[in-house]
């Protein structure tokens, strides 16, 4: 009998309206439009409005996710939201989301993957469709990296931005469509490289952890760098060649944006075309869970894709965590 597959049968984003340029971060920080364009490929960002927070970002882009695919939120089972910025440490942006959507028969968790957060919740949740736990697992990647950035740091806080990203799994009725296969990986050495230092158990908050400032992402930009562009490339690779697929054959390939040289550098290890790359970096910078499922939502809406056509995530963040997802587009 033929395994139940997971597909994304809908998806929707939302990020704030609030434009921040580089010119407007260059007023504030030593640093310039040139700088962060040349290093990054970031314009602009998107930051909340004072008092809005993860779960009305997030809120938003699941109720579009599901007003277009017109499914009550009654009928949802499961609500996944992998971020790293909750509205507060409990309870979960799951709860507020499932509470704000109505969504009355769902259960629900957060998910701490930072970057690789999405590709986690997404996994996760097709596990849940594969074995016919759940027929309806909405995935929202969403962070308010602005609240944990500090602005006073030009290494950092030119990189980030806010926003949410929806998608709906569902069982596909069709065969060959669908979550095909993953590779996920966690190394927890990697860890001192990209965190943020207190506020939890280790450090609870003080006057001294506010003083040093230590309640802000402390990343060390190069090693991050390095690691991931080498493991986005090497897992990419990985699961293409276990599923018997040239990366010529891919029609597009969705990196976690984080910069746009780590895009390029693991597209180039892959040897993909310009036109296989999805990209919108420039107008969000790193948003950290949401960035995959806005892109896919922005290239699902500009036509890019079609039904059958071949997929590859890839991602790589704090943890450090990476890994890599398959799928045959479903719409
Ligand atoms: N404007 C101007 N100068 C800056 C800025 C800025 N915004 N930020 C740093 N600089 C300076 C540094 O102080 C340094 O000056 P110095 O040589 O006088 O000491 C110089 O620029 C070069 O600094 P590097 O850190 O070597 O610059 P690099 O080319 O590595 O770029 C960057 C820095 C953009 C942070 C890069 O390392 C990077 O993107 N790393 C990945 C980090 C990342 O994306 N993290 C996000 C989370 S993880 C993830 O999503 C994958």
Same mark, same amino acid.
């Given at each position: ?69 017109? $499914? ?47 590709? !986690? ?27 944990? @950035? ?42 001192? !490289? ?32 390095? !690691? ?6 090497? $897992? ?17 390939? @969705? ?56 997929? @590859? ?19």
């Amino acid at each position: 009998m033929r395994k139940t597959r997971a597909y994304i049968s809908s998806l929707g984003m939302y990020v704030p309206e609030k434009r921040v340029t580089n010119q407007d971060l260059a007023s504030i920080v030593e640093t310039s439009d040139e700088w962060i364009r040349e290093r990054t490929g970031i314009s602009e960002r998107r930051f909340v409005a004072e008092g809005q927070s993860n779960s009305d970002l997030s809120t938003i882009a699941a109720q579009r996710c599901l007003e277009r695919a017109g $499914v009550d939120p009654e009928e949802i089972d499961l609500i996944i939201v992998p971020t790293v910025t909750p509205d507060m440490m409990f309870p979960s942006t799951a709860c507020l989301i499932q509470d704000r959507l109505g969504a009355k028969n769902a259960w629900g968790f957060d998910l701490s993957g930072a970057c690789s957060g999405f590709l !986690y919740g997404l996994a996760c949740g097709t596990q849940f469709i594969e074995t016919g736990a759940c027929k309806k697992v909405l995935v929202v990647g969403t962070d308010v990296m602005s609240s944990i @950035v500090d602005p006073q740091d030009r290494a950092t806080c030119v990189l980030f931005g806010d926003g949410a990203g929806a998608v709906l799994l569902e069982p596909a009725a069709e065969a060959g469509i669908g979550i095909v296969d993953f590779i996920l990986r966690a190394d927890g050495s990697g860890g001192p !490289y990209l965190k943020m230092p207190a506020g939890g158990s280790r450090k609870p908050p003080s006057i001294e952890t506010i003083q040093n400032r230590e309640h802000y992402v402390h990343q060390d930009g190069r090693t991050v760098f390095k !690691y991931a562009v080498k493991y986005m490339a090497d $897992v990419s690779a990985d699961l293409l060649k276990r599923n018997d697929i040239d990366p010529q054959d891919i029609k597009l390939f @969705v990196p976690h944006q984080a910069n746009m040289r780590i895009i390029k550098s693991t597209a180039d290890r892959l040897k993909l075309r310009n036109e296989q790359i999805a990209v919108n970096i420039d107008r969000y910078a790193n948003t950290t869970a949401a960035t995959i499922p806005i892109c896919l939502f922005e290239y699902q809406e500009k036509g890019s894709l079609s039904k059958g056509d071949l997929v @590859v995530l890839a991602s790589f963040g704090a943890g450090f965590t990476w890994g890599s997802i398959l799928l045959r587009w479903g719409l």
